[in-house]
């Protein structure tokens, strides 16, 4: 997630060869992928994580990238099968069994999410997203011990803030601590205006509280993000109850 803080929208500077075309090394494909995955593209986003892999696959960015979407996919057994792949490359890798421990929350599974969880922050050098991650599934346990881990997790994020407060948010709104999770959404619409997926989050927040501008937060992420449906029912939904 630290590639996040060098990202730019529409402007993006990738490295070029003499002849001026992008060099498609695996930093060109990440940085596609994060920008699909702040449009709420999951699909391109995996497919671009997955560009590079074939381009390196030494690239933990890469692995776990893709292991993400398959999550966001609600692909979670198929999640699970590349975690394992990954971890031949990275053995023990705590932001792995973290992503796991998520893979096998959202799947039901939550006995062998927590084994997961309980065995990624054993680890040391541990990231935000191990604890992203430890705060979801304690969420799934309905446990007040995710809002620790999400503290956490925002501390240790640095120059990954914005897309740490923006997960740390998600997460928020899934518990239904919309106030909260806006107070993360500001700052990361502030920083990443053209982020679809974090205007989508804070209207459907906003439209939570009964906020009048939720309209327009979900207006702007369609202005970025044509046709995405989740935000079309969203805002359809937001227009009737007003």
């Known amino acids: 997630m630290d590639r996040f803080s060098q990202l730019e929208f529409g402007e993006a500077s990738p490295e070029k060869k003499a002849s001026g075309e992008p060099v498609r090394d695996e930093k060109y494909f990440i940085d596609l ?14 497919r671009n994580y997955s560009r590079a892999l074939e381009k390196n696959n030494t690239v933990f960015e890469a692995w776990a990238g893709q292991v993400r979407m398959l999550i966001e996919l609600g692909e979670y057994r198929e999640a699970g099968i590349w975690t394992d792949k990954a971890l031949q490359f990275f053995p023990e890798n705590p932001e792995l069994l973290a992503l796991k421990a998520v893979a096998c929350a959202r799947d039901g599974m939550i006995a062998k999410a927590i084994a997961y969880s309980d065995n990624s922050v054993t680890k040391d050098n541990l990231t935000a997203r191990v604890w992203l991650a430890r705060a979801e599934v304690m ?5 007040s011990v995710s809002d620790n881990c999400i503290s956490k997790a925002v501390s240790l994020a640095g120059n990954s803030s914005p897309a740490v407060k923006l997960e740390a948010a998600r997460l928020l709104r899934r518990r239904g601590q919309y106030a909260a999770a806006i107070g993360y959404l500001n700052d990361v619409v502030k920083i990443f205006p053209q982020a679809a997926l974090a205007w989508f989050e804070l209207g459907c927040c906003q439209a939570e509280l009964g906020r009048p501008e939720a309209k327009a937060s979900l207006e702007q992420s369609l202005k970025l993000q044509p046709h995405w449906e989740f ?7 937001c227009k009737r109850s007003s």
């Open 231 to 237: 935000a079309q029912k969203k805002l359809h939904k």
């Open 33 to 46: 992928a994060l920008k699909y995955w702040l449009a709420g593209d999951w699909e391109l986003a995996l």
């Open 139 to 143: 969420l799934e346990r309905k446990s």
